[in-house]
């Protein structure tokens, strides 16, 4: 909804958070009730960048953040937004880029969002009322982020730190691998082949890697499929 958006833009400019990105909105862009319920951070709307996917809103981030009410059958590790967002504040003192999702209100993230993400944040609401507005949760995160960062000084980055891997090229890697195993006929039967690559996914989120390491991952595929055409 265009007036969640704008409620969330307001959200995010009380606390100093100015990049936003709108993926595929529902009723348009831009939007007027959007605009009308951002007041004064209609800034923030008229910067915001618009993309058709997940995948591509967080390509630059290194580290992804899924809001979430629901348990899902997805592992991952579940913070409350005052922990998240001192890791992330940690993480963008060391010179990485975090980015959070948050989904619609009416269903929330779909499983293949929360998939791709490295980590959930999760409020501590009332287990028989756990639905939260969608400006409201931006407004609980942006200020426990605003808290933790005031509290994290700033370090350069050490040149010999190995660079956390992007989102894009996670996403590379997880695409290269789905073809192969698709290939070699891994995801069988045809009818558990999605819940299959939102696993796998969810496995490649889950790791701590370093753009060498996908590099190295992406050599022994590579040399796999060869030998496997060699057929030696």
Request: some cysteine; hydrophobic content about 45%.
């Amino acid at each position: 909804m265009g007036e969640n958006i704008g409620a969330a833009a307001r959200a995010m400019w009380n606390f100093g958070l100015e990049r936003m990105v709108v993926v595929a909105p529902r009723d348009g862009w831009p939007n007027p009730r959007a605009i009308a319920m951002a007041t004064g951070a209609g800034r923030l709307l008229d910067d915001a960048r618009l993309v058709g996917s997940v995948s591509e809103a967080v390509a630059a981030s290194t580290f992804v953040y899924a809001t979430t009410a629901r348990s899902r059958e997805l592992k991952k590790d579940v913070l409350t937004p005052q922990v998240a967002m001192q890791d992330a504040a940690a993480r963008i003192a060391g010179g990485q880029d975090v980015a959070v999702l948050f989904g619609p209100e009416r269903a929330g993230l779909q499983n293949d969002d929360v998939a791709r993400a490295n980590a959930i944040v999760s409020v501590p609401v009332n287990p028989e009322f756990p639905s939260l507005n969608l400006a409201q949760c931006v407004l609980l995160t942006a200020y426990e982020w605003h808290r933790a960062a005031c509290s994290v000084p700033h370090r350069e980055r050490d040149s010999s730190d190995p660079l956390p891997a992007s989102h894009a090229e996670v996403e590379h890697l997880a695409s290269h691998y789905e073809d192969c195993l698709q290939d070699a006929g891994f995801f069988f039967p045809p009818e558990k082949a999605t819940g299959m690559k939102q696993v796998l996914r969810n496995l490649w989120s889950r790791m701590p890697l370093t753009s060498a390491d996908v590099q190295v991952l992406h050599g022994i595929l590579r040399q796999m499929v060869r030998w496997k055409e060699r057929g030696d």
